[in-house]
């Protein structure tokens, strides 16, 4: 009998593996953690997982090719944090992708505000 | 439910395999851009369940469905997604179908059997339920060698 089983399941791994690479258990948890949601039928979750691949490919390609790394080929964060910005799809990541500012920046920016209330 | 917070987040092998599938050959994403890209896939998750329930709470209905997910996609203004989504989808449910067969001659095998071994059958279904988990242990030793 084992060796039944293990031969249905070879068989049937390459048609899950092209469909769907996350784990659907995985994308059901994180799901489930939301408090108004009771139950997801399998389908629910198929597509919510597959969405989540689609869009995993789409954030990425759309970063580079809009991001400052296409030269150097490269894909670093703050290509994604544009992205966010100034995607309308993309905007609900805002919170999660902020725009990196470096402190030296910051402190100017601060200085000038003050100098601006002193002038007033 | 969750218990510890690194539950919510998407196997890291799995995500930087998927970008880099999706990007041109030889592009180089820092470890930074993999992490808020796995954070932003979580972030997505939620989201879509949330449009989704509203959908199914509208129809007064306790259960997210196929189509609860797909109007989300669209209020989302992903629509770029329906096509693959559907056709995606359609695949699915062969394979499902096929699935089903399967265990249904399965079990009547197991019927059979049944009629002259009762223990050894309860053994064989606790052997397909262990075959059925993920193999999430085998992703995380593949993140450790791409590091």
Same mark, same amino acid.
Do not use: W
């Given at each position: 009998? !084992?060796?039944?089983?293990?031969?249905? %399941?070879?068989?049937?791994?390459?048609?899950?593996?092209?469909?769907?690479?996350?784990? &659907?258990?995985?994308?059901?948890? &994180?799901?489930?953690? !939301?408090?108004?949601?009771?139950?997801?039928?399998?389908?629910?979750?198929?597509?919510?997982? %597959?969405?989540?691949?689609?869009?995993?490919?789409?954030?990425?390609?759309?970063?580079?090719?809009?991001?400052?790394?296409?030269?150097?080929?490269?894909?670093?964060?703050?290509?994604?944090?544009?992205?966010?910005?100034?995607?309308?799809?993309?905007?609900?990541?805002?919170?999660?992708?902020?725009? %990196?500012?470096?402190?030296?920046?910051?402190?100017?920016?601060?200085?000038?505000?003050?100098?601006?209330?002193?002038?007033? | 439910?969750?218990?510890?917070?690194?539950?919510?987040?998407?196997?890291?092998?799995?995500?930087?395999?998927?970008?880099?599938?999706?990007?041109?050959?030889?592009?180089?994403?820092?470890?930074?851009?993999?992490?808020?890209?796995?954070?932003?896939?979580?972030?997505?998750?939620?989201?879509?369940?949330?449009?989704?329930?509203?959908?199914?709470?509208?129809?007064?209905?306790?259960?997210?469905?196929?189509?609860?997910?797909?109007?989300?996609?669209?209020?989302?203004?992903?629509?770029?997604?329906?096509?693959?989504?559907?056709?995606?989808?359609?695949?699915?449910?062969?394979?499902? =179908?096929?699935?089903?067969?399967?265990? *249904?001659? =399965?079990?009547?095998?197991?019927?059979?059997?049944?009629?002259?071994?009762?223990? =050894?059958?309860?053994?064989?279904?606790?052997? *397909? *339920?262990?075959?059925?988990?993920?193999?999430?242990?085998?992703?995380?030793? *593949?993140?450790?060698?791409?590091?």
């Amino acid at each position: 009998m !084992s060796t039944h089983t293990a031969a249905d %399941k070879d068989s049937a791994a390459p048609a899950n593996n092209k469909t769907i690479s996350l784990p &659907i258990s995985r994308v059901r948890l &994180i799901m489930k953690s !939301s408090p108004d949601v009771s139950s997801i039928n399998q389908d629910a979750l198929f597509l919510t997982t %597959k969405a989540t691949e689609l869009f995993v490919q789409y954030l990425a390609v759309s970063s580079f090719n809009n991001g400052s790394g296409k030269e150097s080929n490269s894909l670093s964060y703050s290509d994604l944090a544009s992205a966010a910005e100034e995607t309308d799809t993309f905007h609900f990541l805002t919170d999660i992708l902020p725009k %990196k500012i470096l402190a030296g920046d910051y402190l100017k920016t601060l200085e000038q505000m003050q100098d601006e209330e002193a002038d007033n | 439910m969750a218990e510890r917070p690194e539950d919510l987040n998407l196997p890291n092998a799995v995500i930087t395999r998927i970008i880099k599938e999706a990007l041109p050959d030889g592009v180089n994403v820092s470890k930074e851009a993999r992490r808020a890209i796995s954070q932003a896939a979580s972030v997505f998750v939620l989201y879509a369940t949330s449009c989704a329930n509203n959908f199914a709470m509208k129809a007064k209905r306790k259960t997210l469905n196929a189509a609860d997910v797909l109007a989300a996609m669209e209020e989302m203004e992903f629509e770029r997604f329906l096509e693959p989504l559907r056709e995606a989808l359609e695949v699915y449910k062969k394979g499902q =179908k096929g699935k089903k067969e399967v265990s *249904e001659q =399965k079990r009547k095998e197991k019927e059979k059997k049944n009629e002259t071994d009762n223990d =050894k059958s309860r053994e064989e279904e606790d052997d *397909e *339920e262990r075959m059925d988990e993920e193999p999430e242990a085998e992703n995380d030793a *593949e993140e450790d060698v791409e590091n």
